[in-house]
């Protein structure tokens, strides 16, 4: 059976990728809270958020990056990744429950290591809302395994 | 009526260290957030690289002092170092390296580690706040 996982060296520098959409709801913002202990009344408390430059409760910044993580996946074939390298990341605007978020990405660095048995790839990641206005962008640094010779 | 404190842009120490209690990451934790977001570990026993980041946030609210008047998380970068594992027992460490006044509050900058029970520095990164100031009185 091939390796249906795609190698540093399938990967092309341009490649662009967007994926599915996926509706953040209520339930993906309280089970995020109870998983990480960020009980932030930005998040949880309805009634204060009313009053506040949102008007309501807006999902945690990073749900967003590991939603998005998510959406990556599927995206595109899967990476034969070695590791997740790094991150550089900016918050540009909330997330609100019932927004439908999308990522769009694009490959822009591939960079061989000293070890010849793989390489970092740069990702550049945009992620959208319903409305095509940006809440969150930034890069990703991915060590990605070389096609077995 | 008593508001709960809060540490605004002014009570921020230049280089003040702060250190939370420590967490064990289990099997239901990965297994909680990958089907939340699909985020899935590369192999079984790995924790994905943004769980132990997301559980630092809310180990940061378990430190013997008022929350951060956060206005904005504005970004930040993280590093992963080496691989955190399930049963791995991590806390985190942070320090303000910046600060900077604005006309509506001010951006503090935080190097965050987190640090695994043998002491290694697992990931690392820096996080940009924009934080309230204290209002008049």
Same mark, same amino acid.
């Given at each position: 059976m091939t390796d249906p996982r795609r190698f540093f060296d399938d990967i092309q520098v341009g490649e662009e990728y967007e994926s599915p959409g996926r509706t953040v709801t209520e339930t993906d913002i309280v089970i995020f809270a109870g998983l !990480?202990?960020?009980?932030?009344i930005l998040h949880t408390d309805a009634e204060f958020m009313k !009053? !506040?430059? %949102?008007g309501e409760r807006i999902a945690h910044g990073l749900l967003g990056l590991a939603i998005q993580a998510g959406l990556f996946t599927r995206a595109t074939q899967p990476y034969a990744?070695?590791? %997740?390298v790094g991150l550089r990341w900016k918050f540009k605007g909330p997330i609100k429950i019932g927004d439908t978020i999308r990522v769009r990405a694009k490959v822009t660095v591939k960079k061989e290591t000293s070890k010849g048995d793989r390489g970092v790839v740069t990702v550049e990641r945009t992620v959208l809302n319903q409305r095509d206005e940006v809440v969150q962008e930034g890069e990703t640094d991915l060590m990605v395994e070389r096609r077995p010779a | 009526m008593i508001q709960p404190a809060k540490f605004y842009f002014e009570d921020v120490a230049l280089h003040g260290v702060l250190e939370t209690p420590a967490m064990t990451i289990t099997e239901a934790h990965v297994t909680l957030y990958a089907g939340l977001t /699909?985020?899935?570990?590369?192999?079984?026993g790995a924790v994905p690289e943004i769980l132990p980041l997301c559980l630092t946030t809310g180990l940061?609210? /378990?430190?013997p002092q008022p929350p951060l008047a956060v206005l904005a998380f504005m970004g930040f970068e993280w590093h992963a170092l080496s691989p955190v594992r399930v049963g791995d027992t991590i806390f985190s460490r942070s320090k303000t390296v910046t600060k900077r006044s604005m006309k509506d509050g001010g951006v503090v900058i935080e190097e965050r580690e987190v640090i695994n029970q043998r002491g290694e520095t697992v990931h690392k990164g820096k996080f940009t706040f924009l934080v309230a100031k204290r209002p008049a009185a």
């Open positions: !990480s202990g960020d009980y932030n !009053s !506040s430059l %949102f990744t070695l590791a %997740f | /699909r985020d899935e570990p590369l192999e079984p940061g609210w /378990r430190v």
